[in-house]
Structure formats: structure tokens, C-alpha cells
């Protein structure tokens, strides 16, 4: 029924292998930079979460530093094995995929509560590496340890922001009523939950991943009522809870090094003959991640 | 291995059922809004089609206000079966999945080039229906027909956002160098490709579907040398060759309606107790997409 591709196969091949294309240095999001390389920095195996789903890994690096008593508890539920079986049971496409017991839709749970953390003081020895000033949502922005965070100098206060790939607790109308339940943000950032949910870390390796999650019906806000329509947390497991010569390292760019302020350097000023029309020299902090990976 | 959690499943479905949740109504990104509810307005067959992946069916509309040559060779293409077999080569996650026969890779082609079509002629009679001013790549947003839209009034100057779902030509250094192969935008939006690129459609229905496409690896631009493990189009067809009674109808929420312009008030103005640091009152285009849905 399809066309035989097979010479325009081999003719692609070819074109792939000796094609010098400028689009691809213009346009890829993990080029490096004009200046000199970013250096990559170890995850702590005390921060690092292992996420297994039926559609496969993925790697989570918790930030104590901005949400200490989430982190602690999320840590505590993880060598219980709470979340081990458990369905993510709302999915918006282009929003959150939600996963956990369904505490968060009003189930009994016997899980403490955990207190709104929203943000942190601002102190000037964070290692903060500023992307944009002013930021539509916040005064500015910038990374602070590879997340993505808001900054107002005025008020002292820094937040971590609500990009793709973020990790948050779910809650109710109160601030304190997080608990168990969590959600990974899958698209456009919603950046109106910026400094209203408790976010305690973000995905570094396995977007790809979290992306197949399966979807919940759009008109009745993504909740999956069937349990085994429902993508499925094999496991979820700390990296420092599992034996040493069988753990998985993982590194993230360091977003305080030169390398990678070169990286947003070259980012926000697109020279490019490529760029017929120069774009402003303006940066989402949410559309330059820093980059994850894992090694044996 | 995993704890029994037909318990608390049962209990989770009754929470499902029972629990009036506050978090669902504050965040959800198609909830209604307070005033009227929106339109919706059937898309035309000449500009719908279908994309059937592996992975499911994709539906895109196409643009011929914004893009009337690009349209129109993509049309032609999708009459000639060009696309049909043909993989997406160069996949990566958070950016883009580009697919098409690998011309824009410098591969031989005798479809004709296609010239520059970044952006249209502002005029007082588009449908506009304001977003953001200023924004920070255009000094205007808004929405016409259901697109996101850049509009600068100075240069009478409108053009088409790079949102997640937006559907584009790639091209070579040369603004006239686009020709067949498209990519899909599937990460936190690249606004800096905007008024650099053929945009002409997007994905109406099945970004969930898009998101399954496989990725490319991240150190190599994402593509994929190997083409059996591409993910690869089964057929691409325009609604308007497919006949009358097998045809899917699609229709998509009307971004001119009185309703729709609610949907944004509500959505920039988040005054729910939810909010404990109500969001200033500024709205991201990309992050408002107009929905559609697809019916027999």
C-alpha cells in the first residue's frame, strides 16, 4: 500500500551521513555553545529517584534545598514501596500527568500532611545563574542548581518554576494539603502554579518516557476512572537505597559554570545567517533545560 | 513484588466519584470558563488532515491564510501519497519530530522549493482576538482562527506562534529553501523560530499521539540513522479526498467567539482561593491552545 521507499531509503542515508546542515547547529536545543564546553556535575544518589513505568525509566533529582520536608517525606513514602503499583490516574495531554493513591481527589490517607513550600529565602550565596529580567511571571529568572527558578531581589524570596519536566506535589484548597500524590508537567509551562505547589525536584533523564504516558479523557479533566486503562509506577526507588555496584550514576550540566552561561549566551543572542528575522534577545528559561544524563 | 492495592483502589474510585475537588476546577486547562461557554466551528475538509502513525491518527489544519504556497504543495503532496512511508528522522524530545523524505538533510529532490512565507499582512478585518501586549517575542499576541498569533501593528505584520502542535516546513540556510519535510513542535515553545519558518498548520487533534513518536538521541540532533527504528507515517490524507460518508468531521473551539474571550479573561485573572500568590494577570499564548475534537 506504501510507496517502496527503499532507494529514496539509501539516498537518505547518504544525505544524513555527509550533509553539513545548518539548521541543525541553529536550531538543535542541545548544541553546545560559541564559548568554552559547561562542565556536568554528579547527582547526589540521596537526590536521585529511579521511576519505572511499563513505558520505562526515568531519572528524578530532588531539591532539598528548596522544598526540605517534601523531599523528606517523598524520600520516606519511596522506601516504603507506597508508590509501587499505583496508577497515574490523571493525565492531561499538553498539562500534568498525576500519579499516586488518589489522596489528592479526596481518599482517606493516613500519610502526614505536608506544610506549603512554595518558596525559599533568597540568600546571594545560591549559585544563581540568571536567564531573564524581567520574566512575565517573576521579576527574574535564572537556574539555581539545573532548576529553573524565579527571583524577586525585593522580597528575598526564590521559587523553583514550573517547567516541562518539573515534579510537584499535588494539593487541595489549602496550602498544607499536600501529601502523597504528584504530578510531572508534560507541556507548555504553566507558570500561573509558579509559588503555589510544592515543587521538590525535576526529571533529568526520560521525558521521552514520561511523554507516553497514557491520557485521560480531556472533557473530565484527565481523570483515568478505569484502573487498568491507567499507566502503572512499577517502581519508584531511591538511588542511594540500591547496592552501589549495581546503581546507575547520573550527571546534570552544571548551570553554574561558564560553559553553560555561554550556552544562554549564545541562546539569547541568535546570530545565525539562518535567522532571517533576529529573534529578540530574550530567553524562557523553561526552553533551555539543562541536560541530564545516566552512566553504569 | 508490588504491594495489593485492590483496597485503596476501590476506595480511590469511590474518592473519584464522590470528592467536589477545587484543584480540578482551579487548574485544568479546558475547564470552562465563568462566562459563556465558547463555540466551536467545523473545520473545512480542504484544510483537515489526517496523519495515521503506528502510534494512532493525528489531525492537523492547515493555514492557507498564513502559508497559501506551502498549503498548497502540501496538499499536492498528500494527493501524490509522498508522505506515505516515510519516517520521522530527526526527533528530539522537548523540540521537535521532523519527518519527510530527508531533503532538508541535502538529499536530492525534484519538488519544487517553496519561498519564504514567515508571516502575512496585517489587516483590521482578521479575526484578532488579544492575548498578551507586549509579549515577549512580539509586541502583541492573540488568537485568529484558532492559531496562536504574533502581530507587530507598526509593521503590519502578523504571524503564526511556535507553540507545541504548531506544524512546519524545515529549511536550509536559504529563507526559500523549504520543500516536503515537516516537523511537529512538541516541547515548551521555540519562539525564537518565530517569523523564520513555514508554519502552516497544527495538530487539532492527538498531540497525545504525536508525544509517542519515537525520539532521536539527544548528542546526534536527534536523528535517527536507523530507519527501522523510526517511527514511521502509515498514510496522510487530506479529509476532503476521503469520501463523504467514511469522513471524520473535526471542529475546533472558535477563537472569535464571545466565549472564548471569556476562556482567556478567566485564565489571566485566576482569582480561586486555590491561589495562594495569585499569578500576575499576564497569559502565555502557547499555554491557551484552542481545542478541537474529531466526531463521525
Same mark, same amino acid.
Given at each position: 500500500?506504501? +510507496?517502496?521507499?527503499?532507494?529514496?531509503?539509501?539516498?537518505?542515508?547518504?544525505?544524513?551521513?555527509?550533509?553539513?546542515?545548518? =539548521?541543525?547547529?541553529?536550531?538543535?536545543?542541545?548544541?553546545?555553545?560559541?564559548?568554552?564546553?559547561?562542565?556536568?556535575?554528579?547527582?547526589?544518589?540521596?537526590?536521585?529517584? *529511579?521511576?519505572?513505568?511499563?513505558?520505562?525509566?526515568?531519572?528524578?533529582?530532588?531539591?532539598? /534545598?528548596?522544598?526540605?520536608?517534601?523531599?523528606?517525606?517523598? +524520600?520516606?513514602?519511596?522506601?516504603?514501596?507506597?508508590?509501587?503499583?499505583?496508577?497515574?490516574?490523571?493525565? =492531561?495531554? /499538553?498539562?500534568?500527568?498525576?500519579?499516586? $493513591?488518589?489522596?489528592?481527589?479526596?481518599?482517606?490517607? $493516613?500519610?502526614?500532611?505536608?506544610?506549603?513550600?512554595?518558596? +525559599?529565602?533568597?540568600?546571594?550565596?545560591?549559585? *544563581?545563574?540568571?536567564?531573564?529580567?524581567?520574566?512575565?511571571?517573576?521579576?527574574?529568572? /535564572?537556574?539555581?542548581?539545573?532548576?529553573?527558578?524565579?527571583?524577586?531581589?525585593?522580597?528575598?524570596?526564590?521559587?523553583?518554576?514550573?517547567?516541562?519536566?518539573?515534579?510537584?506535589?499535588?494539593?487541595?484548597?489549602?496550602?498544607?494539603?499536600?501529601?502523597?500524590?504528584?504530578?510531572?508537567? =508534560?507541556?507548555?509551562?504553566?507558570?500561573?502554579?509558579?509559588?503555589?505547589?510544592?515543587?521538590?525536584?525535576?526529571?533529568?533523564?526520560?521525558?521521552?518516557?514520561?511523554?507516553?504516558?497514557?491520557?485521560?479523557?480531556?472533557?473530565?479533566?484527565? =481523570?483515568?476512572?478505569?484502573?487498568?486503562?491507567?499507566?502503572?509506577? +512499577?517502581?519508584?526507588?531511591?538511588?542511594?537505597?540500591?547496592?552501589?555496584?549495581?546503581?546507575?550514576?547520573?550527571?546534570?550540566?552544571?548551570?553554574?559554570?561558564?560553559?553553560?552561561?555561554?550556552?544562554?549566551?549564545?541562546?539569547?543572542?541568535?546570530?545565525?545567517? *539562518?535567522?532571517?528575522?533576529?529573534?529578540?534577545?530574550?530567553?524562557?528559561?523553561?526552553?533551555?533545560?539543562?541536560? /541530564?544524563?545516566?552512566?553504569?
Amino acid at each position: 500500500m506504501n +510507496r517502496d521507499h527503499s532507494h529514496s531509503g539509501e539516498r537518505r542515508r547518504r544525505g544524513l551521513r555527509d550533509a553539513v546542515c545548518v =539548521i541543525l547547529l541553529a536550531l538543535a536545543a542541545t548544541a553546545p555553545a560559541a564559548g568554552v564546553e559547561p562542565t556536568w556535575r554528579p547527582v547526589d544518589p540521596d537526590n536521585l529517584v *529511579f521511576l519505572e513505568l511499563q513505558e520505562g525509566r526515568v531519572a528524578i533529582e530532588l531539591n532539598p /534545598g528548596f522544598a526540605p520536608q517534601t523531599v523528606a517525606q517523598f +524520600r520516606r513514602l519511596a522506601q516504603e514501596h507506597f508508590y509501587d503499583g499505583l496508577p497515574f490516574y490523571r493525565v =492531561i495531554d /499538553g498539562f500534568v500527568a498525576q500519579g499516586g $493513591d488518589g489522596s489528592d481527589l479526596g481518599e482517606l490517607s $493516613d500519610v502526614p500532611l505536608i506544610e506549603a513550600e512554595f518558596e +525559599r529565602a533568597w540568600t546571594d550565596d545560591l549559585p *544563581f545563574t540568571p536567564v531573564q529580567k524581567p520574566d512575565p511571571f517573576a521579576p527574574e529568572t /535564572g537556574f539555581i542548581d539545573g532548576f529553573a527558578t524565579g527571583l524577586d531581589r525585593a522580597e528575598e524570596k526564590a521559587w523553583l518554576l514550573h517547567c516541562p519536566g518539573v515534579v510537584a506535589m499535588a494539593r487541595n484548597d489549602s496550602p498544607d494539603s499536600s501529601r502523597t500524590d504528584f504530578y510531572v508537567v =508534560i507541556g507548555q509551562a504553566p507558570r500561573y502554579l509558579d509559588r503555589n505547589m510544592n515543587v521538590f525536584g525535576r526529571v533529568i533523564v526520560g521525558m521521552d518516557v514520561v511523554q507516553r504516558i497514557q491520557r485521560g479523557p480531556a472533557d473530565d479533566n484527565g =481523570i483515568i476512572r478505569d484502573d487498568t486503562a491507567a499507566s502503572r509506577i +512499577r517502581s519508584l526507588t531511591l538511588a542511594s537505597d540500591v547496592p552501589k555496584e549495581e546503581r546507575l550514576s547520573a550527571f546534570v550540566m552544571d548551570t553554574s559554570s561558564k560553559g553553560f552561561a555561554d550556552l544562554l549566551d549564545s541562546r539569547r543572542h541568535r546570530t545565525q545567517r *539562518f535567522f532571517r528575522h533576529p529573534p529578540p534577545p530574550v530567553l524562557d528559561a523553561c526552553q533551555v533545560p539543562a541536560p /541530564g544524563r545516566l552512566t553504569r
